[in-house]
């Protein structure tokens, strides 16, 4: 984290670019394959129908994005984005092996290169932790999304459930960091992922940076796992 607290792009760029190769494996052995069920329950949630246009910013090595095309349909139209290109390598692939016909692109979240109002969803998924300046890109997403439309986000948070979060945090402090470093190589990249999701707002004070960006007509959220993770919905105004 810089001065102000909030992350620097630049070392972002590089942590993830160096973590690439073996993230899926990283997140496969580190959450046991449960945030693929997070995912899922995302796209249930956003009521995301056949034929709708999506946006997945942050989409790393393309697993949203996947999700999203198989409830679009061949009609539907998905576009995956990362400003990370390292990140999309293994992306296309992916989306091909199982069919799937999607739209892989190099963008900033908080300064996308779509027109306004494009996409009936947009979405990311632990990626908005990482980003220098969150409410403006709530704006963004908003922004290239239609009136009426959803935002979703997908991200880590605080366990409040007293007994699960001493454990869960004693797992995030010292376990996962390890693990991670020996899947990837890159334990100082786990470390700093860990201390991002126990500092960054979850719950309400994520909420309030919804509210803060003024672009939600509503918004609402749902816990994951005890609160491991949270989904948050926004309707755009």
């Not at 991200?155 to 470093?181: A, C, D, R, T, W």
């Not at 020996?182 to 500092?199: F, I, N, P, R």
């Amino acid at each position: 984290m810089s001065a102000n607290h909030s992350p620097n792009p630049e070392i972002i760029r590089s942590m993830f670019a160096k973590v690439a190769a073996n993230y899926d494996r990283g997140n496969s052995v580190l959450s046991m394959g449960i945030h693929h069920l997070w995912r899922k329950k995302l796209v249930k949630w956003s009521g995301a129908k056949a034929g709708q246009k999506v946006l997945d910013c942050a989409t790393g090595t393309g697993d949203l994005a996947i999700e999203f095309k198989k409830a679009v349909g061949p009609q539907g139209k998905v576009t995956g984005t990362d400003f990370c290109a390292e990140m999309l390598i293994p992306a296309p692939a992916k989306a091909a092996e199982r069919g799937l016909d999607i739209t892989f692109e190099q963008a900033d979240v908080t300064q996308l290169q779509y027109t306004d109002n494009l996409f009936d969803i947009t979405s990311i998924s632990f990626g908005i932790r990482n980003v220098s300046d969150p409410v403006k890109a709530l704006k963004e997403m908003a922004r290239v999304t239609r009136s009426g439309g959803t935002v979703m986000v997908l991200e880590f948070g605080q366990v409040q459930l007293p007994v699960f979060s001493s454990l869960y945090n004693f797992y995030s402090m010292h376990v996962l960091p390890k693990i991670g470093g020996l899947v990837t190589g890159q334990k100082d990249a786990y470390e700093y992922l860990q201390k991002s999701s126990a500092a960054f707002p979850c719950r309400e004070g994520f909420l309030d940076l919804m509210k803060k960006s003024d672009a939600y007509s509503s918004f609402e959220y749902t816990a994951l796992t005890g609160g491991i993770a949270y989904i948050y919905k926004g309707v755009v105004k």
